[in-house]
Each structure stands twice: as structure tokens, then as C-alpha cells.
């Protein structure tokens, strides 16, 4: 079991993120262990993301501590999430056949709903993070790290049992309905459960407000899992990327509030 947990680290960061760690072992097993383990990686991906945003607010401003806490998770990424909600948007606003969709998602090229949803959902993100930062560099980090770990969190219930590849190959073909339902509720309320203590860094509202926040995030990811799988039958490395951009906008609009 410890070596199973070692290889699902290793395909948790091997695969979500570009730091230097070898994926030893791709199996379902693995995958399952790897899924697992995503909002690990989404937690050290959002803490890297704080560290320069809360630099350059102590020699700048919260408007530029915003843009490298939203830049470092594309960097870290390779821009894969990014490009994945694009794709997503064109495949979904095509409306086209699923086989069409499927297709249009596949291209190198990006259209005019991804450009469109790309455009809004980093402002989005900037927006957010500006303001918090405003508020003190603490409210800032800690929302860049509740809104890495719910982005991967996200992936883990999308690989969750009983939803479908939409492909015979690929990421989602490898990592789809590998995660037991009561596996993904565990990680779920232990996420839920670390971001409450972060926010409570803040008092018990802010408790309330961060576990709230992962909720919403994967409430939203939900959401468009649900019309992804109706629509294109299924999930692809494209969907992920989607689902894991949704669920770190939608916790960072509800930090925004109140």
C-alpha cells in the first residue's frame, strides 16, 4: 500500500503538474491512487502561486500579486487546464454531434468560444485574487491555495466510478471510473474540512466562508461534468482541464463575496 501511494503521488504530480517527478506506473491502479492524490498537488500548485503573489504586494500592488498567483498555475501546468477549458468551449458551443464535438476538441487551433471563456474566466481570477490581496497578502495565499486544491479535488470526483470516457485513449480513458464513490467522499470532506482551517486563520466566519468556498467550486465543476458527459458521452483530458479551471473560478468568486 505505501508503494501504491508513492506511485499515485508520482502520477498525481507526473500528470497535473510539470515539476520534476517520473511517473513510475501507468495502471488503473495507479490512476485510482493518482486521482486520489490530485488535490495534493493542487495544494502545492496553489502554494506556489501565493509565494510570488504575496512578494509583490509587499513591492507593488495587489493588481500585479493577482496576475503571478494566476500565472504560476498555467506555467506550473503548461497551460494544459487552460487550454483544456478552450477546447472544451469550442467542443461544447460547436453544436455539433458528440463524434463532431469530439473532433473540434482535438484540434490544435483554438475558436471563438474559447478565446471568449478564456478571456472571462482570467479576468475572473485577477479580479478576485486583486481584491483579496487588497484586503492583506494572508487573504490572498490562503485563496490561492483553497482554490488549487479545489481545481484538482475536482478531478478526483470526475474520475469517480460510473463516469464514462468519451475516448478509448488518452487521460480520461486512463483515469476514468477508477476512484471508488467512498474513496472520493473521504478526500472530499478532507479538503472541505483543510480549507475551513485555512480560512480560520480568519476567525470562524472565515472558516465557514473557505469551506463554503471548496463547496461552491465543486458545485460548479459538478455542473459541468454532468453536461460534458451528456454531451460528448463522456470525459477527456480536455473535460479535466475544464472542470479543474471552473472549480478554481467558482471557490475564488465565492471568496470574493461577502
Known amino acids: 500500500m505505501t508503494s501504491l501511494n508513492s506511485h499515485g503521488i508520482r502520477f498525481a504530480f507526473g500528470t497535473l503538474t510539470v515539476l520534476p517527478v517520473r511517473v513510475t506506473r501507468w495502471d488503473r491502479e495507479a490512476a485510482r491512487a493518482g486521482m486520489l492524490s490530485a488535490p495534493l498537488a493542487g495544494l502545492v500548485v496553489g502554494l506556489l502561486a501565493a509565494a510570488p503573489g504575496a512578494l509583490l504586494l509587499l513591492g507593488?500592488?495587489?493588481l500585479l500579486a493577482a496576475v503571478a498567483?494566476?500565472?504560476v498555475p498555467a506555467v506550473l501546468t503548461r497551460?494544459?487546464?487552460?487550454?483544456?477549458?478552450a477546447d472544451t468551449a469550442d467542443g461544447l458551443g460547436s453544436g455539433k454531434s458528440a463524434a463532431d464535438a469530439l473532433r473540434i476538441m482535438k484540434q490544435s487551433d483554438i475558436g471563438p468560444?474559447?478565446?471568449i471563456t478564456l478571456l472571462f474566466v482570467l479576468l475572473a481570477q485577477v479580479a478576485v485574487l486583486q481584491e483579496l490581496y487588497g484586503e492583506g497578502w494572508a487573504h490572498?495565499?490562503?485563496a490561492a491555495a483553497v482554490a488549487g486544491g479545489t481545481?484538482?479535488?475536482a478531478l478526483t470526483l470526475a474520475s469517480r466510478q460510473g463516469v464514462p470516457p468519451a475516448r478509448p485513449?488518452?487521460?480520461g480513458a486512463a483515469v476514468a471510473g477508477t476512484v471508488?464513490?467512498?474513496?472520493?467522499?473521504?478526500v472530499t470532506v478532507a479538503v472541505v474540512a483543510a480549507g475551513s482551517g485555512a480560512g480560520a486563520l480568519f476567525g470562524g466566519y472565515g472558516a465557514l466562508h473557505h469551506g463554503l468556498a471548496v463547496v461552491a467550486g465543486l458545485m460548479g465543476a459538478q455542473l459541468l461534468l454532468r453536461h460534458c458527459v451528456r454531451r460528448f458521452g463522456g470525459v477527456t483530458g480536455d473535460v479535466f482541464g475544464a472542470l479543474a479551471e471552473t472549480a478554481a473560478t467558482a471557490a475564488l468568486v465565492v471568496l470574493a463575496l461577502g
Open 180 to 186: 471508488p464513490m467512498g474513496a472520493a467522499a473521504a
Open 60 to 62: 507593488s500592488g495587489p
Open 113 to 115: 468560444f474559447g478565446v
Open 69 to 71: 498567483s494566476t500565472a
Open 169 to 171: 485513449e488518452g487521460l
Open 151 to 153: 481545481a484538482r479535488l
Open 79 to 85: 497551460g494544459l487546464h487552460l487550454d483544456g477549458l
Open 140 to 142: 490572498g495565499a490562503v
